[in-house]
């Protein structure tokens, strides 16, 4: 028999989503078919043959039928070892943003607030407004440095649990000097996180203030991600390296194995291939030299990058037309116009040379 609605009985229906997501829309990067995509800073290059060989070979060997390691510690150890810290020092998750969030379901939440200086990268701000984080923005300079005057009166007013510095910052790509972060550091009450997702192209990690135990290393934790330089977008895990009581805490907040037998397998084997990985660097670092150079015989703002991408503002065209002309032309970069404090800007991936080649005589032909 079928229930008969009072007068004080509501209807059955979905209930409303949270109100403080109503406005938020998600992260998103345009996928749309092109010969050269240079917009997601993923590496130009597919992993090395020699691992991809083994990594097939390990699947055969996985009992698939079973749980993985529910704390992923062979990974961790390896990791461990390739930084020259402790296994309880490493947290592993599905790629650096659910590090992200596992740090922020650990120490944010209402009431708690997380300061950031703008514009850096956009899931910081995200993550912390889906976990009912409040967020403190600071600004960084013109240059897109960061401002200790700034970082000094945010911390001092908000008094936040957590503090993010994105090194080499995204989408700007400038690195903060590691005298920065140390004094950003004796300034933050709490605790201190550096994404160094691209931080295997940068002249220095925070990674050695953290292993040299410098005053306050103990609240510092430092994120990283085999997205990059390892070629291994499409598998999504990332790290963290910390105090074990910051790793601890994220495992108190990680869904019970939440990281499966393939990407743990994965993870172990890129370790193996090092060398491959620093000679990948130095093609893309070399390369991101050639784009700065012809980018500044152009009519167009660019900024030094530490990163495998650069930021750029056209001067005469308007950014949306130029990055429609590349688009026409079959070149994809990163529409950045209307982010905070980015008005009018563009970001490339550095890609192989014969795409480099490509983007800037689609840019040439752009600008004129």
């Not at 993985?68 to 790629?95: W, Y």
């Not at 550095?350 to 600008?367: H, I, K, M, Q």
Request: hydrophobic residues 40%.
């Amino acid at each position: 028999m079928a229930a008969v609605a009072g007068p004080d009985r509501q209807e059955p229906s979905l209930p409303p989503v949270r109100t403080d997501l109503v406005e938020l829309t998600g992260y998103h990067s345009a996928q749309v078919e092109v010969d050269v995509r240079l917009n997601t800073n993923e590496s130009p290059l597919p992993p090395p043959a020699g691992w991809l060989d083994e990594f097939r070979a390990g699947l055969e060997a996985i009992d698939f039928n079973r749980y993985p390691d529910r704390q992923a510690l062979a990974l961790r150890q390896d990791i461990a070892t390739s930084h020259g810290v402790r296994p309880e020092q490493v947290f592993c998750a599905n790629g650096s943003n659910e590090v992200l969030q596992s740090l922020m379901l650990a120490y944010g939440g209402p009431g708690r607030t997380l300061a950031l200086f703008e514009p850096t990268y956009t899931m910081h701000r995200q993550i912390a407004r889906t976990t009912g984080t409040t967020v403190a923005a600071g600004r960084r300079a013109d240059d897109h440095r960061l401002d200790l005057d700034e970082v000094r009166r945010v911390l001092a007013d908000e008094q936040p649990v957590l503090t993010f510095l994105c090194s080499p910052n995204n989408p700007s790509g400038r690195a903060d000097p590691l005298e920065q972060m140390e004094a950003v550091l004796a300034l933050a009450r709490g605790l201190l996180v550096v994404d160094e997702a691209y931080g295997q192209f940068a002249p220095s990690s925070a990674l050695e203030l953290l292993r040299g135990n410098d005053a306050g290393a103990e609240r510092m934790a430092v994120i990283r991600t085999f997205s990059k330089t390892w070629s291994m977008a499409g598998l999504r895990l990332g790290y963290l390296v910390a105090a074990p009581e910051v790793v601890a805490a994220c495992e108190l907040v990680a869904l019970p194995y939440h990281l499966d037998a393939a990407k743990q397998l994965a993870g172990r084997l890129a370790l193996r291939y090092v060398h491959e990985m620093e000679t990948r660097v130095a093609l893309l670092k070399e390369e991101r030299g050639k784009i700065a150079a012809a980018l500044a015989a152009l009519p167009v703002e660019s900024w030094p990058s530490d990163a495998n991408f650069i930021l750029f503002r056209p001067l005469v065209t308007p950014a949306r037309q130029v990055w429609n002309d590349l688009l026409d032309r079959s070149v994809l970069v990163r529409d950045c116009s209307e982010w905070p404090g980015l008005t009018g800007c563009l970001r490339v991936t550095v890609g192989l040379p014969e795409e480099n080649d490509r983007f800037l005589t689609a840019l040439e032909e752009s600008l004129r």
